[in-house]
């Protein structure tokens, strides 16, 4: 098995072929995360302590943390999630992966050192391999440098040096993330300004919408009280047409009676 040890400290990795089962013995069973100590891989790393970050099994599938087996498993995996790139946006993918329990068919084992030992390890602790880029945040750029709110961050980017396609050399210079400006402050208060511009709106619109609306419904009110007045009248003149009518047969009847009666 291999064993891919890294240093944060000097960004220095190295790579150790070990073929003796009781020195990867002690890594059996572990999960990712964990620490193991050093010793038993030899006086080279005596006080050493190794913290396990991942590994790969002797077919290629990675390990994912989580996963509690010394098997694969197949899950369905989407954007965000260890051991998956999505090609297309929403898309979801079932991939088999390896479960975060060290086990003897893993070809390479990932080591993170967590805390250096007493000896210099050749290759991992006296050498040290510079960043290959610096800080691009604005906070962090300040961070590095111990700088103020008001010094300008722009003259401490780490700028990038190469070769370019001709020989010449050329460098460059990450953008800066966050950087507070006289434009992005504008920026900021021209949204600001939006808003309250839009909250007023919203606002205008609603009161004029309910005046609309009040109006609208004084209108219907006083539409129906005509409405019902002229019912009314209606009513009042076709019940004053039937008691003139009922009067008149009344008259008519009574003419009629007494002129039979004086014959």
Known sequence: MKLNIANPL???????????????????????????EGDVLGDEFKGFIFRISGGNDKQGFPMKQGVLSNGRARLLLSK?????????????????????????????????VAKTGDAEVPGLTDVHVPRRLGPKRASNIRKLFNLTKEDDVRKYVIRRKFDS???????????I???????????????????????????????EYNRLHAQQDTNMLATWTLLLLFRLMALQRVKEQKDRRASEIAKRRSSRKASSVKA
């Open 165 to 175: 396609k001709t020989g010449k050399k050329n460098d460059k210079a990450p953008k």
């Open 177 to 207: 993330q966050r950087l507070v400006t006289p434009r992005a402050l504008h920026h900021k208060r021209q949204i600001a300004l939006k808003k309250v511009n839009q909250r007023e709106k919203v606002q205008r619109e609603a009161a």
């Open 10 to 36: 000097t960004g220095a990795q190295k790579v150790l072929e070990v073929d003796d089962e009781h020195k990867l013995r002690a890594f059996y069973e572990k999960r990712i995360s964990q620490e193991v």
């Open 80 to 112: 965000g999630k260890t051991c998956y790139r999505p090609r297309r946006k929403g898309e979801r993918k079932r991939k088999s992966v390896r479960g975060c329990i060290v086990g003897p068919d893993l070809s390479v084992l990932n080591l993170v």
